[in-house]
């Protein structure tokens, strides 16, 4: 039978004894001070350094340098966070039960498929507020954008939060084979995948996502650099970016299934 692995990925070292609790691997992330107990991102080959711009992206790329994971090829292999959870059933409880509720085996439903994606967000439902207060030179280029917010793609929703042009300015460095199928995807999809959060059947899916997302973003890193100022939404930029292409990427190659999560803070 194949197995579920499920690491949670917090920012706290108080956070220990709940993840083990709930079956899960403790990963820790930041500056806290986390003991050999834990999984970081600090260990071996390294990007740690760059966590406050990648954010949960520097324990993916201690995984794929330094190969933490060597489980059975057919386990299920998945990431959650200190206060995002999976859940067990394909439909929310309403009484929400930690032990009860969040992901503990391998559903059903799961059967015919490699991956498992977030429920997607839909970008076209941007509050008017939002739109005027983030999206001034959008409004200029686009004055229709004010009376039909169904035009608001990935890509506007991304100019908007985390600065013009730049999804372009990225999408310009990916690989051949993914630019212009990952440029159609953002310019005409209404909805992503997010958070960063996904499982998948097998190390493979695992390791050829992150050899097609890392070098980009390295590549991404001569444009952008890492002085970006205070706001959330452009200093995490390459956290924002990788978000999008996972989105892209496992509906493209990886065969999704789209599942529902539990929003509850650890404590």
Not at 228 to 249: D, N, P, Q, T, V
Request: net charge positive; glycine share 6%; hydrophobic share 35%.
């Amino acid at each position: 039978m194949d197995k579920l692995n499920i690491y949670c990925l917090t920012l706290s070292s108080l956070h220990y004894e709940s993840i083990i609790k709930k079956g899960y691997i403790p990963v820790g992330l930041g500056d806290d001070n986390f003991d050999k107990k834990w999984l970081t991102d600090k260990e071996g080959k390294n990007i740690s350094l760059k966590n406050p711009f990648y954010g949960e992206y520097t324990f993916h790329y201690n995984i794929w340098k330094n190969e933490l994971i060597l489980k059975d090829k057919n386990d299920w292999i998945g990431f959650c966070t200190y206060r995002r959870f999976w859940s067990q059933d394909s439909i929310l409880k309403t009484n929400f039960s930690f032990q009860r509720d969040i992901l503990k085996t391998i559903p059903n439903q799961w059967t015919n498929h490699d991956s498992i994606l977030v429920e997607p967000i839909f970008t076209n439902t941007t509050k008017l507020s939002k739109i005027i207060k983030h999206g001034k030179k959008i409004l200029i280029n686009n004055p229709l954008l004010f009376f039909d917010k169904s035009k608001i793609t990935i890509k506007t929703h991304f100019d908007m939060y985390h600065g013009y042009g730049n999804l372009d300015k990225a999408i310009d460095l990916l690989d051949v084979i993914d630019r212009q199928k990952f440029r159609n995807y953002v310019e005409n999809n209404v909805y992503f995948n997010p958070y960063n959060m996904f499982i998948c059947k097998g190390k493979k899916i695992l390791f050829d996502y992150y050899a097609a997302v890392f070098p980009w973003l390295k590549r991404c890193e001569d444009v952008f650099g890492f002085d970006l100022g205070e706001s959330y939404g452009k200093k995490r930029i390459y956290g924002f970016l990788a978000e999008r292409f996972l989105s892209y990427w496992f509906n493209e190659y990886a065969n999704p299934k789209n599942w529902p999560i539990y929003f509850k803070n650890i404590n």
